[in-house]
T-cell receptor, first 115, second 111 residues
Framework: NAGVMQNPRHLVRRRGQEARLRCSPMKGHSHVYWYRQLPEEGLKFMVYLQKENIIDESGMPKERFSAEFPKEGPSILRIQQVVRGDSAAYFC?????????????FGQGTRLTVV | KNEVEQSPQNLTAQEGEFITINCSYSVGISALHWLQQHPGGGIVSLFMLSSGKKKHGRLIATINIQEKHSSLHITASHPRDSAVYICAVVRSGGGADGLTFGKGTHLIIQP
């Protein structure tokens, strides 16, 4: 049973390009969370999704960032027109249940570098 | 002031020492997580607890809900325990559904 899979592990983009980060949750998990870890800072919540629904996007910047979790396929975090300040590690976590106290399993992260 | 505070920020110890990392929080919570992050690596969930104490191998986690405090202990520490240990809470009531994190404790165990 594979864990949470994120790809790519490393992504380099030039300013103004688009970045697409993928997260395949653990088998049977229908709840996905995205977190961002800026250099020298702690992790911050971005968005919580269930299949085909965004439940809470209060931590996601209003512009250039979007997330989806389609019925089939991985969850995608999309950053349009990237800027240097978007350089960070982006982590995805998935959980089985819908309660807040359900254990979450994390992926290896995608390290985005904007040059 | 951060809602989740960890201490110490950095900790260097000798192999075999007993390690304690502390976490204090200022919000109401329904659960608390301890996570481990190796350099350049992913994040591993060590414990999720809402009361009392949990033990897994050489790791022990405790929480005192009244005092809003949790501790992570490592017994017989080993160089492979070197990592960043992160405390994260699940807020009770309304608000964001994700975790709120401390800034982490950088632990180095020297042989």
């Amino acid at each position: 049973n594979a864990g949470v899979m994120q790809n790519p592990r490393h992504l380099v983009r030039r300013r103004g390009q688009e970045a697409r980060l993928r997260c395949s949750p653990m088998k049977g998990h229908s709840h996905v969370y995205w977190y961002r870890q800026l250099p020298e800072e702690g992790l911050k919540f971005m968005v919580y999704l269930q299949k085909e629904n965004i439940i809470d996007e209060s931590g996601m910047p209003k512009e250039r960032f979007s997330a989806e979790f389609p019925k089939e396929g991985p969850s995608i975090l999309r950053i349009q027109q990237v800027v240097r300040g978007d350089s960070a590690a982006y982590f995805c976590a998935s959980s089985l249940g819908q309660g807040r106290n359900t254990e979450a399993f994390f992926g290896q992260g995608t390290r985005l570098t904007v040059v | 002031k951060n809602e989740v505070e960890q201490s110490p920020q950095n900790l260097t110890a000798q192999e075999g020492e007993f390690i304690t990392i502390n976490c204090s929080y200022s919000v109401g919570i329904s659960a608390l997580h301890w996570l481990q992050q190796h350099p350049g690596g992913g994040i591993v969930s060590l414990f999720m607890l809402s009361s009392g104490k949990k033990k897994h191998g050489r790791l022990i986690a405790t929480i005192n809900i009244q005092e809003k405090h949790s501790s992570l202990h490592i017994t017989a520490s080993h160089p492979r325990d070197s990592a960043v240990y992160i405390c994260a809470v699940v807020r009770s009531g309304g608000g964001a559904d994700g975790l709120t994190f401390g800034k982490g404790t950088h632990l180095i165990i020297q042989p």
